[in-house]
């Protein structure tokens, strides 16, 4: 079955980090750009950071700029957000996606290939 699987999130006070695992079953992630994305409740689906095939280019949206770091694993076929610096306005529920060109990786466009089930994160005290 081709899919992604994520993994992480949960409850954090301000200040803490979480990180998100994003993994690929039934296909190679590392044949992809990967972006991770968010969206909080009544509010849209945003971008929030993409890393190209090549791992040449990494896109953040300014909101977490500085904050949050995206890689890829040393296990194969999975992708990291490392969130840093957590604030009750990046509360959303995460997902990562697969991207069907670095170009719209790099516009962290929400035109992907494939969704994560996403993973609420939530930032309070």
């Known amino acids: 079955q081709v899919q992604l699987v994520q993994s992480g999130g949960g409850l954090v006070q301000p200040g803490g980090h979480l990180t998100l695992t994003c993994a690929s079953s039934?296909?190679?992630?590392?044949?992809?750009?990967v972006g991770w994305f968010r969206q909080a409740p009544g509010k849209e689906r945003e971008g929030v950071s993409c890393?190209?095939?090549?791992?040449?280019?990494?896109v953040y949206a300014h909101s977490v700029k500085g904050r949050f770091t995206i890689s890829r694993g040393t296990v194969k076929n999975t992708v990291f957000l490392r969130m840093n610096d957590l604030r009750p306005e990046d509360t959303a529920v995460y997902f990562c996606?697969?991207?069907?060109?670095?170009?719209?990786?790099?516009?962290?466009?929400?035109?992907?290939?494939?969704w994560s089930q996403g993973t609420q994160v939530t930032v309070s005290s």
């Open positions: 890393l190209s095939e090549n791992n040449d280019n990494t």
């Open positions: 996606a697969t991207h069907i060109s670095d170009y719209l990786c790099s516009q962290l466009s929400n035109d992907v290939g494939s």
């Open positions: 039934g296909f190679a992630l590392d044949d992809y750009a």
